[in-house]
């Protein structure tokens, strides 16, 4: 799910389909927080307690940019932990490494 920053009650919720021919696509729904299909319960309902935390928590940190543009909004689509670092998928393709020393890496 992604939270828009120019709006803090629609989210738009990203995920796979398979086609007839079994082509993967991505497949981007957006909903209002408070208006959602059932089915998107439990998913919203955890998106309204992490963005309750966000705002209590890291209000100081969070920069407010307008006009994002979801077709180009990175977001993580896998990650992984191990003991030694945390690795992370993104949508543009780049794959990012956080080591627990604090030594961020990107590969391309």
Not at 26 to 31: D, G, L, M, N, Q
Not at 60 to 81: A, C, D, M, Y
């Amino acid at each position: 799910m992604l939270m828009e920053a120019n709006t803090d009650c629609m989210v738009t919720y990203i995920y796979k389909n398979v086609g007839p021919s079994g082509y993967k696509f991505e497949v981007r729904e957006a909903y209002n927080v408070d208006n959602f299909p059932p089915a998107m319960r439990k998913k919203c309902l955890l998106f309204k307690h992490f963005r309750t935390y966000l705002k209590s928590k890291l209000s100081q940190q969070l920069s407010h940019n307008s006009g994002i543009n979801n077709e180009e909004t990175v977001f993580v689509k896998k990650w992984l932990r191990t003991p030694l670092a945390i690795f992370f998928r993104l949508s543009n393709g780049l794959v990012q490494v956080n080591f627990k020393d604090n030594t961020i890496m990107y590969i391309t």
